[in-house]
């Protein structure tokens, strides 16, 4: 049973590695929204509804490496569980950007030795001598390309304001 725990909690770890930023716009706390609540995400070319009105309360940025198992979708729904934990009704002003970037890891020309036993035998004496001599080996320079991905995920989150809140506090004032 250890065993299998061991497994999963590596293969957990294995899988999608993000960095999560994110900036608080408020003092104020939001209770967390149920698991299945769905958060809208309206991309930074689509304008979110005019109605109901919200409140910005933060701005969410999550990336990580293609070559970790990091997608375009796999952001999204990182970004929409941490958008229910902050509270947040909807995701505005969504962006997901991805960043080719390579480059070449060079690894210089050296000279290892080996180590080698060698015995003579010294004919004049009668006895055998061991003696460790070193053989040099060289490595020619090696140049290894490297190719990856950085996705990232950015928007801001919002809370609705509601509609009822906002009449029941002019009502208050007359």
Partial sequence: MKKILLLLLVLGLAGCATSVRYVSYTQQKFRPKPRDYFIVTYSNTQPPPATPTYTVIGRLEISGHASDGVSSNTLTDQSQAIARQ??????INA???????SWVVVHPAHTTYHPVVVS??????????????????????RYIPYNDTIMTFKGDLVVFVAAQSS???????K
């Fill in 86 to 91: 902050k509270g947040a009704d909807a995701i």
């Fill in 95 to 101: 962006e997901t950007q991805a960043l080719n970037y």
């Fill in 120 to 141: 003579e035998t010294y004919y004049g004496h009668g006895h055998e001598v061991l003696e460790t001599a070193y053989v040099p080996h060289y490595h020619p320079t």
């Fill in 167 to 173: 009449s029941s506090s002019v009502n208050q004032k």
